[in-house]
């Protein structure tokens, strides 16, 4: 099991919505994602910001090899191979790591994919990582089993999933101390850039758009009947 985390940026007509939720590019994905042993996949979007969460069951898949058709519809990243559209974000934070594909299998079948952004202060970012890998071995499990957080350059994109998976996890933390501040969110505030004219509650992660989301064909099936 494989969790891939990818950021790119929509540079063509019209929305993203628009052009993912197209029926042919729907069924294209579906069936790049059998093939490929890829599943539960989460493309959300802000304005022309996009994020792509999936999972590969057996070896890693690019996003190139997924969503085909977006070729000249998102900008080019430098600093890359020539014609590079998605960025591998960096995973910095999870509740909880897979372990086997049937550990990870999910319990609730009418889940909602949840996906937020935020930015660190470029001084800030060391320490906002320290401070979550700290979180993270010291109390694993602490949060939605899902729930884990990318990160590229000073941007932050968090997914988890609705309702809530709270389970322990088949292992523990790397880390014996017990050192997590327990004013987390007081500590955590100066790491961020608020955002401006945010929604109420959304200043530091604000919501992002649920585009798509398609799963294995054996659960659509189970998630049909249920």
Same mark, same amino acid.
């Given at each position: 099991?494989?969790?891939?985390?990818?950021?790119?940026?929509?540079?063509?007509?019209?929305?993203?919505?628009?052009?993912?939720?197209?029926?042919?590019?729907?069924?294209?994905?579906?069936?790049?994602?059998?093939?490929?042993?890829?599943?539960?996949?989460?493309?959300?979007?802000?304005?022309?910001?996009?994020?792509?969460?999936?999972?590969?069951?057996?070896?890693?898949?690019?996003?190139?090899?997924?969503?085909?058709?977006?070729?000249?519809?998102?900008?080019?990243?430098?600093?890359?191979?020539?014609?590079?559209?998605?960025?591998?974000?960096?995973?910095?934070?999870?509740?909880?790591?897979?372990?086997?594909?049937?550990?990870?299998?999910?319990?609730?079948?009418?889940?909602?994919?949840?996906?937020?952004?935020?930015? !660190?202060? &470029? $001084?800030?970012? *060391?320490?906002?990582?320290?401070? #979550?890998?700290?979180?993270? @071995?010291?109390? =694993?499990?602490?949060?939605?089993?899902?729930?884990?957080?990318?990160?590229?350059?000073?941007?932050?994109?968090?997914?988890?999933?609705?309702?809530?998976?709270?389970?322990?996890?088949?292992?523990?933390?790397?880390?014996?101390?017990? !050192?997590? &501040? $327990?004013?987390? *969110?007081?500590?955590?505030?100066? #790491?961020?850039?608020?955002? @401006?004219?945010? =929604?109420?509650?959304?200043?530091?992660?604000?919501?992002?758009?649920?585009?798509?989301?398609?799963?294995?064909?054996?659960?659509?099936?189970?998630?049909?009947?249920?």
């Amino acid at each position: 099991m494989i969790r891939s985390i990818f950021r790119a940026v929509w540079n063509g007509e019209g929305s993203p919505r628009s052009f993912f939720r197209a029926r042919e590019r729907e069924l294209s994905l579906a069936e790049a994602m059998n093939r490929l042993q890829v599943d539960n996949l989460s493309l959300f979007a802000d304005r022309e910001q996009l994020f792509l969460y999936y999972e590969c069951l057996s070896e890693p898949v690019p996003p190139e090899c997924l969503l085909i058709e977006t070729g000249q519809r998102l900008a080019e990243w430098p600093g890359g191979a020539p014609g590079r559209r998605w960025v591998p974000m960096t995973d910095i934070f999870h509740y909880q790591r897979p372990v086997s594909n049937p550990q990870w299998a999910r319990a609730h079948h009418d889940r909602t994919p949840y996906g937020r952004m935020a930015l !660190l202060r &470029p $001084e800030q970012m *060391a320490r906002y990582v320290y401070y #979550h890998y700290q979180y993270q @071995e010291e109390k =694993p499990g602490d949060g939605d089993k899902y729930g884990i957080i990318g990160m590229h350059e000073n941007l932050l994109f968090f997914y988890s999933e609705l309702p809530e998976t709270l389970t322990p996890p088949p292992y523990e933390g790397r880390l014996k101390t017990m !050192l997590k &501040p $327990e004013n987390w *969110a007081e500590v955590m505030e100066p #790491h961020f850039i608020k955002w @401006e004219a945010a =929604p109420e509650g959304q200043d530091i992660w604000r919501k992002l758009m649920l585009v798509l989301e398609l799963r294995s064909p054996s659960e659509r099936r189970g998630a049909q009947h249920a």
